[in-house]
Every structure is written in structure tokens, then in C-alpha cells.
């Protein structure tokens, strides 16, 4: 979507994003700390948590995956067998992470393509809801939006809200995303923050 303020926001609901917080979940990892789990995902049989190795690989994995072109791989890519297309480990430094994700491939891939079915955007409808945001904006402050970018991950998270995932990228749980009065309410503080 591109304003005539040169904006530029892409909405969607990554199947690539929706697999690794599914690994996320089932493997014990709490980073990052503030986002919510997602729904429908069985929960973990054993108590502990991943270990650190497995841990920092799953953060360096979620960089890559939310915002692969700033967080570029300094060694080549290798897709995860069992995970199609949807997760690409550097070649070196994870093999903790290969292995603890293992079991998890049919189950992650299923609920990512699952829930990834169940959003549904039509360009119009968007392009309304962030214009309409951003011209709010403009006339609150009296001049016209920045140039900016925003990608929007429309998520089946378990608590309602936004919450920023990337330097460009923030997760809004799909409840909220629905709600327009909502969405408008919670959308306005990012559009001022970025225009």
C-alpha cells in the first residue's frame, strides 16, 4: 500500500513467522518476553526451558525470519528438512536449534498453513484502516506523514494488542486486527511514532 506521502505498509500473516513462534512455544523459549503465546498450540509435556544455546539460536533464527533483510546471514542458508520452505538455518552455529526443532516439523507446518488459511485481507479494507490512521495523524500535527515503512504480522497471539517484533515490524493479534474502533485506537501511536 503507498500514500502519496511515499508510506509503505504490507499486512500478512507469515507462515514462515507463525512456524518459528510455534517453535517458540512448544520448545520453552521466552524471548521475546512480551509477546504473548499463540492459541491452539498444544502445550509443552516437559517443564524445562530450551537451553541457552538453543535459545540464542531460536532469537538469531526469529531475526532472520521477521526481518531477513536486516538481519542478514553471514554464512549461506540451509532449509530444515520436513519445514518445506519455511525455515532456513545458517549452515554453521545451529545445530542445537536443527535438532531441538526437529520432532516439531509436520506439527509447526500444519498450524502455520492452518492458521495462515484463516487471515483473510482484502487490500482495500487495509489501505483504508492505515490511510485513515495516517490522516488522522496529519491533521493532529498539521503537516503531512514522513515517508515511512511498516510490515504487520497479523497473528493468532492469546492476548489482545500490538507489539513491536522488528525495527520495521510489529505483531497485532488478529482479534484486534478485526476490530476497526480498536485497530484505529492501537495503530495511531505506531503511525506517529514512524511519520
Not at 28 to 46: A, D, K, T
Not at 58 to 78: I, N
Not at 131 to 152: P, S, T
Request: glycine residues 4%; negative net charge.
Amino acid at each position: 500500500m503507498t500514500g502519496a506521502a511515499e508510506w509503505t505498509i504490507r499486512e500478512d500473516a507469515s507462515t514462515a513467522v507463525l512456524v518459528a513462534l510455534y517453535l517458540r512455544q512448544v520448545l520453552g523459549i521466552r524471548s521475546p518476553e512480551e509477546l504473548p503465546h499463540l492459541r491452539s498450540v498444544p502445550p509443552r509435556h516437559e517443564q524445562a526451558d530450551a537451553s541457552p544455546a538453543v535459545e540464542k539460536q531460536w532469537r538469531e533464527y526469529w531475526e532472520l525470519t521477521v526481518e531477513p533483510t536486516a538481519h542478514p546471514s553471514p554464512v549461506p542458508l540451509d532449509l530444515v528438512d520436513g519445514f518445506d520452505t519455511l525455515v532456513a538455518l545458517p549452515i554453521e552455529g545451529f545445530d542445537e536449534l536443527r535438532a531441538a526443532i526437529a520432532p516439531h516439523a509436520r506439527d509447526a507446518v500444519d498450524y502455520a498453513v492452518s492458521m495462515h488459511s484463516r487471515y483473510t485481507k482484502t487490500p482495500a479494507a487495509s489501505y483504508r484502516a492505515y490511510a485513515g490512521a495516517i490522516a488522522e495523524y496529519e491533521r493532529e500535527v498539521g503537516r503531512r506523514a514522513h515517508a515511512f515503512e511498516l510490515n504487520v504480522q497479523v497473528l493468532p497471539l492469546a492476548q489482545r494488542g500490538v507489539w513491536w517484533i522488528g525495527a520495521l515490524t510489529i505483531a497485532v493479534t488478529d482479534g484486534l486486527r478485526q476490530d476497526i474502533v480498536m485497530f484505529d485506537a492501537a495503530i495511531q501511536p505506531i503511525i506517529a511514532e514512524l511519520a
